[in-house]
Nanobody, 123 residues
Framework: QVDLVESGGGLVQAGGSLGLSCAAGGSIFKISDMAWYRQAPGDQRKFVAQISDDSATTYADSVKGRFTISRDNAKNTVYLQMNSLKPEDTAVYIC?????????????????YGPGTQVTVSS
């Protein structure tokens, strides 16, 4: 069993900063890619940022230069530092990891998602 739990969401004024973290718990054999998505009310889930196991990063155009994704492999944790926040960044932020559980260590990677954490940016 693998569980992802996000933390760090909240309310911030436009122009402010917020940091999110997401830790994977359970019996984990290995993790490759880690990523963040977001979903605004009435909208589809959208990609925000991704970091590979060799720390290569990819960002959505809408957050480039403002958001930074990082990871701590020893803690099975991914972070998202969000600066210069805008009201349109308001959404539920969801972390995702590509994981091989210990119980299936000879099997393929599988995607796991956290429940999400609310980020609200006021104008």
């Amino acid at each position: 069993q693998v569980d992802l739990v996000e933390s760090g969401g909240g309310l911030v004024q436009a122009g402010g900063s917020l940091g999110l973290s997401c830790a994977a718990g359970g019996s984990i054999f290995k993790i490759s890619d880690m990523a963040w998505y977001r979903q605004a009310p009435g909208d589809q889930r959208k990609f925000v940022a991704q970091i590979s196991d060799d720390s290569a990063t990819t960002y959505a155009d809408s957050v480039k230069g403002r958001f930074t994704i990082s990871r701590d492999n020893a803690k099975n944790t991914v972070y998202l530092q969000m600066n210069s926040l805008k009201p349109e960044d308001t959404a539920v932020y969801i972390c995702a990891m590509n994981v091989v559980p210990w119980s299936h260590r000879w099997g393929p990677f599988k995607d796991y998602y956290g429940p999400g954490t609310q980020v609200t940016v006021s104008s």
